[in-house]
């Protein structure tokens, strides 16, 4: 079977991409197994600068999250309004969103009024979310809501959703940009 140069080259390209992704993954585990033990020795001679500068650069939802969860509680308006800064951020780099867009399975629940009539979320936008009210399963109406004025418990699954799109969609630009290079 013949196979042209053309083709030699772009299977050669992409093993190679595959190694270099390898590779990176592995030299970053390396490093951050070298600043684990260095700040541990760094803590333990009392020095904790370094520490303290890698944590500045953390999003604040995912400092408070790696406390104990009892400590949640102290820091509720603080991390509820930094998840409402990170959905605002994300949505800013992607533009206006929609669950049927972003191949959500089910769109989340703002409220039930009863077996028949509910309201669900179905856009996120840098303003809020638009919730849409269905009767019998048909839409009638629709309106905005700010994100500061959802629940804690929406504005978790909200974030949820808008964090996980986001991922999804950096592995894809990731996994585009390594094939094309």
């Not at 992704?21 to 803590?43: A, C, F, G, R, S």
């Not at 605002?88 to 206006?96: A, L, R, S, T």
Request: glycine share 4%; with cysteine.
């Amino acid at each position: 079977m013949w196979i042209s140069n053309k083709n030699i080259y772009k299977r050669c390209i992409t093993f190679t991409n595959k190694i270099n992704v390898m590779n990176k993954e592995e030299k970053k585990q390396q490093i951050i197994d070298l600043v684990v033990e260095t700040t541990k020795k760094d803590l333990n001679d009392g020095d904790s600068t370094a520490l303290e500068t890698l944590l500045s650069y953390v999003p604040l939802a995912n400092l408070i999250s790696s406390l104990p969860e009892k400590l949640w509680g102290d820091f509720k308006e603080l991390f509820i309004s930094s998840k409402i800064r990170e959905i605002k951020d994300i949505i800013e780099k992607y533009g206006e969103l929609n669950v049927m867009e972003m191949e959500i399975d089910s769109s989340p629940m703002y409220n039930r009024l009863n077996k028949n009539h509910y309201q669900v979320i179905e856009g996120f936008s840098d303003y809020g979310v638009t919730v849409t009210t269905y009767v019998n399963e048909i839409d009638t109406d629709g309106m905005d809501v700010k994100y500061e004025d959802l629940s804690a418990d929406i504005i978790d699954e909200v974030y949820d959703i808008i964090v996980h799109y986001d991922m999804v969609q950096q592995k894809t630009y990731n996994k585009m940009r390594d094939e094309n290079y």
